[in-house]
């Protein structure tokens, strides 16, 4: 698995690829340097408008 540092809905993010499919997002929403809440899609039907290149 590989995760990659990307912007998610305007928040610092991860993406996780896994033979080079994504099957993960997450979001961060960070406050006062210190991450607040986390968010994260593992739907395959809510990836598939998620690209890495």
């Known amino acids: 698995m590989v995760f ?3 912007m998610v ?3 610092p993010g991860l993406v ?4 080079d499919a994504i099957v993960t997002v997450f ?3 960070v406050a006062d340097e ?3 809440h986390i968010w994260v899609v593992r ?3 809510k990836l598939r408008h998620w690209t890495t290149r």
């Open 4 to 6: 990659l540092e990307r």
């Open 9 to 11: 809905d305007g928040q």
């Open 16 to 19: 996780a690829e896994l033979d």
């Open 27 to 29: 979001a961060f929403d």
């Open 34 to 36: 210190r991450i607040k």
């Open 43 to 45: 739907n395959p039907e």
